[in-house]
Nanobody
């Protein structure tokens, strides 16, 4: 039911930073959990990070200390701040909303980390 649109992807050098945005069609206040997944060519889609309505966050070991998920309720937007980017972070990043009706997905935004 909720529509999600990702933005902010692009090309960045190793060690650089990007901030991804996920704009929702409505209020995100009551969504039980939202998160970011990524999928690299030839690999399975994997969970990068998630945040619950209570503010609990979870991060994949590969991004701990480098990525931060946050929410802006006024803008109905979830962000993914990515610092110290590595080539292995290259993937299409998808925003996800885990609602009582099921999962909703954005269209994805490409992140490429290369020198």
């Amino acid at each position: 039911q909720v529509q999600l649109v990702e933005s902010g992807g692009g090309l960045v050098q190793p060690g650089g930073s990007l901030r991804l945005s996920c704009a929702a069609s409505g209020s995100i206040f009551s969504i039980p959990a939202m998160g970011w997944y990524r999928q690299a060519p030839g690999k399975q889609r994997e969970l990068v990070t998630s945040i619950t309505s209570g503010g609990t966050t979870n991060y994949a070991d590969s991004v701990k200390g480098r990525f931060t998920i946050s929410r802006d309720y006024a803008k109905n937007t979830v962000y993914l701040q990515m610092n110290s980017l590595k080539p292995e972070d290259t993937a299409v990043y998808y925003c996800n909303a885990d609602t009582v009706s099921g999962k909703s997905w954005g269209q994805g935004t490409q992140v490429t980390v290369s020198s």
